[in-house]
């Protein structure tokens, strides 16, 4: 029978390939932000580097994109830099120049990407949360061959920030944890700042890690909240198309 030193070492390789993925997403955003002075380039680039590894590590079932996420009532959301929906309820009539529209019901999570975390860009991040939580959301019965299911309830809208690194000297310190948005509406989830750790309340009290591996720790433990928060409602396409009409 190995023994628990023996264990730990068969379990190494796996933690060092982890720690190497962040280290290359680092690498990639350290060369952006070295090679691309325009800064509306920049931060789409360093959005681009993220949606890679968000949809690297998440199942198919899960669709990443930029965009706008609107309601039946005909609001729209700000400009969201990344958005997890769910694929089966987008249809491609809502994509126009690679702009994507996408209906709030199909909306599991979104983040910011930001080139580091502080007051100001916290606050940002939250007033983009806000912007999306306050949408109309709907949900119908779905028919089945043995009668109807009820309308599934609505789960709260993940949100969080993602970043190369925290400005403050204390990294996730105490000046991150005072400037951390908790309003209903602005809270704030999860986010990983690849020098600095990464953080969630998926547990209902915060938890903060520190860098290292706190990438593959952030994926897992969203990945983790999005398996617990199941299916997206059914979408009541009856009220979009009523909006044709107004």
């Not at 796996?14 to 190497?20: E, N, T």
């Not at 306050?134 to 949900?139: Q, V």
């Amino acid at each position: 029978m190995a023994t628990k030193k023996e264990r730990i070492a068969d379990t190494a390789w796996m933690k060092d390939a982890f720690v190497d993925v962040q280290a290359e997403l680092a690498l990639k955003l350290k060369r952006a932000a070295q090679s691309i002075s325009h800064a509306g380039t920049h931060g789409t680039v360093v959005e681009d580097h993220w949606i890679e590894v968000f949809r690297a590590y998440l199942p198919n079932r899960y669709q990443v994109a930029t965009g706008l996420v609107i309601d039946s009532l005909g609001n729209r959301s700000d400009q969201i830099d990344i958005v997890i929906f769910d694929r089966h309820f987008t249809p491609t009539l809502l994509d126009q120049q690679n702009h994507r529209y996408i209906p709030v019901e199909a909306v599991y999570a979104i983040f910011e990407s930001k080139p580091h975390f502080d007051k100001s860009y916290m606050e940002y991040a939250g007033n983009k949360a806000a912007s999306v939580r306050k949408l109309h959301r709907t949900s119908v019965p779905i028919a089945h061959a043995g009668g109807t299911y009820a309308a599934k309830p609505l789960f709260p809208i993940l949100a969080g920030i993602v970043a190369p690194k925290s400005s403050w000297a204390d990294g996730l310190g105490e000046h991150f944890l005072k400037h951390l948005p908790t309003d209903e509406l602005e809270r704030l989830d999860c986010g990983c700042a690849l020098d600095d750790g990464a953080f969630d309340s998926f547990d209902e009290k915060l938890k903060v890690v520190g860098s290292e591996g706190s990438l593959i720790y952030f994926l897992f433990r969203l990945l983790s909240r999005l398996q617990s928060l199941g299916t997206v409602p059914a979408i009541d396409w009856a009220a979009y198309a009523a909006v044709i009409n107004r």
